[in-house]
């Protein structure tokens, strides 16, 4: 994954993107999904350069990377830990799962660890409520989850790249 | 295969032919539902373990045929797989049984007992889904290919009919003709409001400006709301046609797919329907040779509920935070752009190329006075079959959650049903009788909403649900206007208060009072029904919030500190999983001996409660006085 660092071409990237939508600024969220998808975040240097790319204020840029929950300006960590807040989910005990997750990792909402292993992101609704509370990390989905199997589930990442499913 | 250029109607039924000719013979089908749930569970490895036991079975000149196909409205129970003929489904499948499956079922002709559904109440086992009453009590219009097509496949959806209404309108139909069908069949917008669709488009087709647009809204917001998505990862092709026919009757050359950020899945099946229309002459320049442009593109949200406000979506589309406007002046007049915009849901449109196919007076046979056609709810929480469901308008709400959901489990009482998302309200269970219908549900303080309908038993708190609901709304107010900014904001604080047990006596009159300050001075339609969790719960579960306010009490044992929790000495084997878990060291005791608890260290934090498998942990009314007050903590704010 990009981490700061001075060989990284932003301008270039920048470039590419905007490219792709013509430079119109209608495009701007696109945009700024398409630079997070290659650094795992918008970038400062890239946001600059896209701003100048399109002739829009930076402050435009900031404004829509703010709003939008998706959208981050830091990066996160090698492991995304997605929780579903949704009403289902959260009647049947996300609550305590997202307790149990921030103790565990001591981070808060959003946040990353110290170590860059690990970014702990609640959401509001994955629409997979049959089968809540849901759990992802990175893209593989951890169903009705209880709060004594998140341990293990954040062992099998914190140890090396492993996946498992269905841990009931 | 090629992809053909379809160029006039009559290629269109050509394909129609071809495509219907290949699925027709008599080739054993295995139809493995691949959405977000039951790709969740496992249904990809399901999907591969088959591709090889097929390969296999090949080699012995055995032919099957293996189809992606998505929600079959089971969500619960799947990954699930259909196999015909003899249409039996089975569920939970893993593909250690895929071997099994193939040999017994396909091969053999036996049903496996294993894998088929059983009744959670009866005990009775069923192969077929048109003998589960989950399937037989729903009237499947939106949803009656689900299962049965390959949602990728475009020949898949035009075999089955798929693009027949669209060939009709660009034949034999003016565009006022159209939207009289429309009018004919009294569909109302799916998304919400309610309003109806035909009104819709005529204002827009009226409205001065050039061009015009129209709008897909995929930005299913509502927690606890999968409808959409089902809808476009199952049958994508069907919003595509109906947004087409649109566009003719409203006169628009472009049309836009508004997606939520997480439901990747449905972002590409769009895409993909979009693609394969634009390749097949479905959408683009000259469609079926008619004269007729048209074309439409896809928009991932980013992750902000107001977006599924119609101004707010637009100003999302135009690359600006989504904050909604006034609507002085509507969008259908200036919409995206400035322009005449008509703007959808997911579901209305689906309904569309239906009614054109069998006519408006069709739909509108269907239904009550005021609510025509059928509608899709999300069935989940408290619930035994939970998914995806279609009923007549008009059925009660009973029905839907004791007949098709199969009631609640574990032998826990029914409380309330929650709809129409954070911008809704609880029904309690005295007033389950009431039909499913628009006007009806507003007049009980809540609404339809896009569909989600949340079960919940008794021990679901209805003021920590109020509490969820403000949480979410403070947190997804855009902060344009200040009402809403501020409003949802002091409601959620007093409700945190009231859930933490420091209520005080007039909380719920200030609520009250705050919920009419937001009716009346809101900007958009989040504010205004920001009051509904609050006016909903306090109408029907007063005595709860009076309860935590003047006992510090939380009847259904939800609210953390609110109540206690004790060692059922009777029941308590001493294994020691809850004296492991506690992280006080209140629970003392003896291997194999009734451990104790001793309340004066307890925080009431519940590990013990979650780590007992004997039942022998209780919840209880805190004796006076006994509250630590140290401990008492809202968690998960």
Known sequence: MARASVSIDYEGASEAVAAAYGRDPNFVIPMLQDLQREFGYIPSEAAICMARLLGIPLSQLYAVATFYSSLRLTPCGDHVITLCMGTVCYLKGSSKLAARIQASLNVGPGGTTADGRFTFQPVNCLGACGLAPVLVVDDTYFTEVKPIHVPDIIARYARKDGAARDVR | ?637
């Open chain 2, 1 to 637: 295969m090629s992809v053909e250029h379809l160029t006039c109607p009559e290629d269109l039924a050509r394909l129609r032919l071809q495509s219907a000719r290949q699925t027709a013979e008599d080739t054993v089908t295995i139809a493995v539902c691949m959405d977000t749930c039951c790709c969740a569970k496992g249904a990809e490895d399901v999907w591969s373990a088959f591709e090889t036991a097929i390969g296999i079975a090949a080699e012995r000149g055995l032919h099957i045929e293996l189809k992606r196909t998505a929600c079959h409205g089971l969500c619960e129970r799947g990954p699930l797989v259909i196999i015909a003929p003899g249409d039996i489904l089975y569920q939970n499948v893993k593909p250690e049984n895929v071997t099994q499956i193939v040999e017994e079922t396909v091969v053999g002709g036996r049903v496996l007992e294993s894998l088929i559904y059983e009744d959670p109440e009866t005990g009775k086992k069923t192969a077929s889904p048109s003998e589960i009453p989950f399937y037989t009590k729903q009237m499947r219009l939106v949803l009656r290919h689900n299962g049965a097509i390959d949602p990728e496949s475009i020949d898949d959806y035009v075999a089955v009919g798929g693009y027949d209404a669209l060939a009709k309108v660009l034949t034999e139909m003016t565009p006022e003709q159209v939207i009289a069908e429309v009018e004919t069949s009294g569909l109302r917008g799916r998304g919400g409001g309610g309003f109806p669709t035909a009104r819709k488009w005529r204002s827009c087709r009226a409205a001065e400006g050039s061009p015009r647009y129209i709008i897909c809204n995929g930005d299913e917001g509502d927690p606890g709301a999968f409808m959409d998505r089902s809808i476009m990862e199952a049958n994508p092709h069907a919003v595509i046609e109906g947004m087409i026919i649109g566009a003719y009757a409203i006169g628009s050359p472009q049309g836009f797919v508004y997606v939520r950020n997480e439901y990747p899945l449905a972002v590409r099946r769009v895409r993909k329907a979009i693609e394969d229309a634009h390749e097949h002459g479905l959408l683009g320049d000259n469609i079926l040779g008619t004269g007729f442009d048209l074309d439409i593109t896809i928009n991932r949200g980013a992750g902000a509920f107001v977006c599924g406000e119609s101004t707010a979506l637009m100003a999302s589309l135009e690359g600006h935070p989504g904050e909604p406007r006034a609507k002085y002046v509507h969008t259908v007049e200036v919409g995206l752009h400035g322009k005449p915009t008509c703007l959808n849901n997911v579901e209305t449109w689906a309904n569309v190329p239906a009614i054109i196919s069998r006519g408006g007076k069709w739909f509108a046979s269907i239904g009550t006075e005021g609510s025509k056609g059928t509608k899709v709810f999300s069935l989940a929480g408290k619930i035994r079959n939970t998914g995806l469901v279609e009923v007549p308008m008009g059925m009660t709400l009973r029905e839907i959650v004791c007949g098709i959901g199969g009631g609640i489990p574990d032998g826990k009482r029914l409380k309330a049903v929650q709809t129409g998302g954070p911008s809704g309200g609880c029904i309690p269970e005295h007033l389950l009788d009431t039909p499913v219908d628009f006007d009806q549900l507003y007049d009980l303080g809540s609404m339809m909403g896009s569909g989600g309908l949340i079960v919940m038993d008794e021990d679901t708190c209805m003021v920590n649900v109020a509490r969820y609901f403000l949480t979410f709304l403070r947190e997804e107010s855009c902060g344009k206007c200040t009402a809403c900014r501020e409003g949802t904001a002091q409601m959620c604080d007093i409700l945190n208060r009231i859930c933490a047990g420091e209520g005080r006596e007039g909380d719920v009159e200030l609520l009250l009072d705050l919920c009419q300050i937001l009716e009346d001075a809101a900007l958009c339609a989040l504010g205004t029904s920001a009051a509904n969790p609050v006016r909903s719960t306090t109408r029907y579960f007063r005595d709860e919030y009076d309860q935590h306010i003047r006992d510090h009490y939380c009847p259904a044992h939800d609210c953390r500190g609110l109540f206690s929790y004790e060692i059922v000495v009777e029941e308590c084997r001493g294994c020691g999983a809850c004296l492991k878990e506690c992280p006080v060291e209140a629970i003392s005791g003896e291997k194999r001996k009734p451990h104790a608890l001793d309340q004066s260290l307890c925080v009431r934090c519940g590990a013990c409660f979650d780590a007992c498998s004997f039942s022998a942990i209780a919840r209880v009314k805190p004796r006076v006085g006994s509250i630590a007050s140290a401990a008492v903590q809202v968690e998960g704010s």
